[in-house]
Every structure is written in structure tokens, then in C-alpha cells.
């Protein structure tokens, strides 16, 4: 069965320094892989999706990016933080279309 | 794009009493998800409805797609303590996109 793991489990950052969340998935090739960020008592707010290397669609415009440098890593970048960047940073993959999404234990991020 | 809406946004019950959400999206879904997403936790896959019209049920939890397939609903019979979470639907939006619904956080009065 497919296992996401991300890390670290918290995060706290000062505002203007750069952040990398790590993804890496196990159990399937070729996944499509997804960002999530989930503010404190909300939803779950698309950030981005890859369908396989170097390949990621960017939903939301914002001070952070997505790269895919190998199948079953993605990683969430930002070169400057900011305060709104705080939240629940979820990586998800599933292994086919339709398929259910399983997700990483999350990353808790502070901006300070 | 796909909106998903979600009612209620909470939902606060004693336990025993019933319990029920409601997913409804802006365009027809090819299938829909439900996942539960425990205090402190990641959401975790609970079922997928693909049909017009299909009702699935898990022990105490039924799940409904509407004939259409722009809606969904999740019912709860009597609720436990360890039902306590937030229950996201999802929809599908071509062939990659999943799109969340906003959640509703059930908690319960023991």
C-alpha cells in the first residue's frame, strides 16, 4: 500500500526565511502527487499538483512554489516567508485516476 | 473553477443523537470522496461514491450521491465520542484535481 512521508512534523519559521517541506512516497511509481495547506479550523486549500516529474500546476498565486525533482519526491519552497504562510502543510499522492488520496502526517508551520 | 460547498460548518451533538453533512458542488462530479480527519490529525479516506444515486453504508455511516451527481450527503447514526472529527467531501475536477469541500467538525457531548 502507497506511504506518504513528509517532515518535519512542526515548523517555526521567522517571517523572510526560506522554507523546504519535503514529500516522498512509497509503495507506487509514477503518482500524482498534491500541496495542501489547511488553516487553523478550515479546509484543505490546494496549493499544487504533479502528475510526474518536473511536471507541477500551480492553483493558488502566492509566495510559495513546487518542485518534482525525482518520481516520488516533491518538495514546497518558498524563498521568503510570510506571515500568511502559516498553516497545516498536507502532501497527498494517489497512484491512479479515481483513486483515493493518501495523505502525509502533515507539517505544522509557524511564521513568527 | 469546481466549487464543493459544505454544510454545516460544525456540528456540535450529544452523544447518541444522529448526525448528517452535506456536500454540493457547482458542476456534475465523476465521483465523489468522503474522508474523516481526526483533532491534531491527517484526513483519512473513509469511501468513494461513483453512481447516480448510490447509497454505501459503513456500520453506523451512510453515504449518499445524488441522482445528479453535484451532491452527496454523510449521515451518522447514533453518534459515538469516537465519531469526534472534521468529515471533508471531495470532488473530482478532471482528471487530476481533487477538490475539497470546507469540512464539518462534529464534536460530541458524551
Known amino acids: 500500500s502507497q506511504t506518504i512521508h513528509q517532515w518535519p512534523a512542526t515548523l517555526v519559521q521567522p517571517v523572510g526565511s526560506p522554507l523546504s517541506l519535503e514529500c516522498t512516497v512509497e509503495g507506487t511509481s509514477n503518482p500524482n502527487l498534491y500541496w495542501y495547506r489547511q488553516a487553523a479550523g478550515r479546509g484543505l486549500q490546494l496549493l499544487f499538483y504533479?502528475?510526474?516529474?518536473?511536471?507541477i500546476s500551480s492553483e493558488v498565486p502566492q509566495n510559495l512554489s513546487a518542485s518534482r525533482p525525482q518520481d516520488r519526491q516533491f518538495i514546497l519552497s518558498s524563498k521568503k516567508l510570510l506571515l500568511s504562510d502559516s498553516g497545516f502543510y498536507l502532501c497527498?499522492?494517489?497512484?491512479?485516476?479515481?483513486?483515493?488520496?493518501?495523505f502525509g502526517n502533515g507539517t505544522r508551520l509557524t511564521v513568527t | 473553477g469546481q466549487q464543493v460547498m459544505q454544510i454545516p460548518q460544525y456540528q456540535h451533538v450529544q452523544e447518541g443523537e444522529d448526525f448528517t453533512t452535506y456536500c454540493n458542488s457547482s458542476?456534475?462530479?465523476?465521483?465523489i470522496q468522503w474522508y474523516k480527519q481526526r483533532p491534531g490529525g491527517h484526513p483519512v479516506f473513509l469511501i468513494q461514491l461513483v453512481k447516480s444515486g448510490e447509497v454505501k453504508k459503513q456500520k453506523r455511516l451512510t453515504f449518499q450521491f445524488g441522482e445528479a451527481k453535484k451532491n452527496s450527503s454523510l449521515h451518522i447514526t447514533a453518534t459515538q465520542t469516537t465519531d469526534v472529527g472534521t468529515y471533508f467531501c471531495?470532488?473530482?475536477?478532471?482528471?487530476?484535481?481533487?477538490?475539497f469541500g470546507q469540512g464539518t467538525r462534529l464534536t460530541i457531548n458524551p
Open positions: 471531495a470532488g473530482q475536477e478532471g482528471a487530476q484535481k481533487l477538490v
Open positions: 458542476t456534475t462530479l465523476s465521483n
Open positions: 504533479s502528475v510526474g516529474i518536473g511536471q
Open positions: 497527498a499522492g494517489r497512484g491512479e485516476y479515481n483513486s483515493p488520496l493518501h
